[in-house]
């Protein structure tokens, strides 16, 4: 007790001790307040496990559809760059067959294999200079 | 006509017997039904600390349709926190500190609380009631007593003279300065002496 005024200690327990009967219309209105809130439960039926169940649920699904997923696939992935298509295509060098000997650039010295000099080189492939 | 009296108060009487009441309940069997949401134990809790609980909201809120609201709300918060009660204090304690908090609450949201005052140079003892004025207080002069006062005061009076509670926790609970709780109750105190003189109860 906080007050030692005797006026206000008789008053505290003079106070403390006062009734008033609730109207029944006060009982109703908590019986409706308490069946809802059983109602939204029971509609609902939400608890913390659940909702940690659902999350394992959700990461394992992620997870299992990420390891399945073939990354070397070239048709699985994004485009990396776009093509020009409109624009003609031009070499960058021009092929002079003059300047290759027996498939090898001018100058460079062949080593001739002797296994392999009874291989006769077929017409097609063949540089005609 | 006698006759139909006698057999309705012997079908009446077979009711009853094959009916059985419900034996009064302990207040540890009250909690665990109310834990395990019987509407029977509900019902029995409501019927045992209502009418003081109103009482309390009562003298909070100076509006008996206010005071009805603030049992339906702190009873419904009893029956949904009921699991947090333990039984380290009373039930009866643990129900009036929700009541008393709903009823804060409600002042709050009406923005009743806002005008307090704090005053300085102010002798509380000039304010000081006999004590025998309070042992002669009818139930209804306490009420209108109480009525009277602005918000504020009655507030604090409220929380410290009948609750018991000390300024820190009413400053806190209010969201006062420790000053202002103590202004808020001596302006009550002068308050309630010029109230207990005009209703002929003479303080000295």
């Known amino acids: ?129 | 006509m006698t006759i139909a009296l006698r057999q309705s108060w012997a079908v009446s009487e077979a009711t009853s017997a094959i009916i059985p009441r419900t034996p009064a309940m302990t207040e540890q069997q009250l909690i665990s039904g109310c834990k395990a949401s019987d509407r029977r134990a509900q019902r029995a809790v409501y019927d045992r600390h209502s009418p003081v609980m109103l009482a309390v909201a009562r003298r909070y809120t100076a509006r008996d349709a206010d005071a009805e609201d603030v049992l339906v709300s702190a009873f419904f918060k009893v029956f949904d926190k009921i699991g947090t009660f333990t039984d380290s204090g009373s039930f009866e304690g643990w129900i009036r500190r929700i009541v008393v908090n709903e009823a804060l609450m409600l002042l709050r949201k009406k923005h009743a609380l806002k005008q307090a005052l704090e005053i300085e140079d102010v002798n509380p003892a000039n304010f000081s009631v006999p004590a025998e004025a309070a042992s002669r207080l009818a139930e209804a002069d306490i009420m209108n007593l109480l009525d009277r006062m602005p918000t504020g005061y009655r507030t604090v009076f409220n929380l410290y003279v009948v609750e018991g509670y000390k300024h820190r926790e009413i400053a806190e609970m209010l969201g006062i300065s420790i000053n202002t709780s103590k202004s808020q109750l001596i302006l009550a105190r002068k308050r309630m002496r010029e109230q207990l003189i005009a209703l002929g109860y003479g303080a000295s």
């Open chain 1, 1 to 129: 007790m906080a007050s030692f005024d005797p006026f206000e200690k008789e008053f505290g327990n003079r106070a403390r001790g006062l009734r008033r009967t609730p109207s029944t219309q006060s009982w109703n209105q908590l019986e409706q307040r308490l069946d809802r809130r059983r109602r939204g439960i029971r509609i609902l039926g939400i608890r913390p496990w659940m909702i940690a169940a659902m999350f394992l649920i959700i990461a394992g699904i992620t997870i299992a559809s990420n390891l399945k997923q073939d990354h070397n696939n070239p048709l699985a992935k994004r485009a990396e760059f776009m093509e020009e298509l409109s624009a003609p295509y031009v070499p960058t060098e021009v092929f002079e067959p003059g300047e290759y000997e027996n498939g090898m650039p001018k100058g460079e010295d062949v080593e001739h294999d002797p296994d392999f000099r009874d291989v006769v080189v077929a017409d097609k492939y063949r540089v005609h200079g």
